[in-house]
């Protein structure tokens, strides 16, 4: 009979737990309130909260269940600031463009600008690997008259590129190298027959050569 008992009330947890995490990961179950209510008991439940739906998040991923994770991602971004989840917009956004046999267009209800919109959020957070994919969004945004990579609804623009891989430029990170040097191409692409006046770019030449 304890057996029974012991084998219902796990049943109960989980039938129980799942949604909760599912309510809270998703911002369904968020209450105003002013900061200094705020407790000690309330921050390390925020951190019990961030650690079960990045695990949730994590299992949504691993098997592939990408329209889910997605909204997962979206609160993890937003309202926990996980710069990784912002990152990880992009590869789960290109994941369900890959399985639209089974995610349609329509159920997806994910765009390539609300991706772009996580990516800066996740910049600003010092992601760089999100700085970078910001950076490539626009360097290899769609042109008027040339053929469009599958998914890249954003238009080119140089400006916007440079802005993102200066960030990144100017980082510790390991692709500040190769970030610098699109920084450099990009502007001599945009200025081919003026020569280049930035100070910035100026000094990125010197240093690239």
Known sequence: MKLVKVIIFCFCVIFVSTPLVFAICNGT???????ANFSSGSSEN?????????????????????KKAFSYLRTLCEKYKDSESCNLTYSTYFAMQDDSVNISPSVQNVTLYEVLYYLDLGC????????LKAARLYEYGSKPGASQMKGYSISYDAHEAKKYYKRVCESVSDSAMEACSRVVELSRQSNSNVPLADSFVDNLVKKLN
Do not use: G, P, W
Request: charged letters at 40%; a negative charge; aromatic letters at 6%.
């Open 46 to 66: 925020s951190e019990e909260e961030l650690a079960k739906c990045i695990s949730e998040r994590d299992r949504l991923l691993e098997h592939r269940d990408y």
């Open 124 to 131: 600003k957070l010092n992601n760089y690997d999100s700085c």
């Open 29 to 35: 179950n968020v209450v105003k309130t002013e900061t």
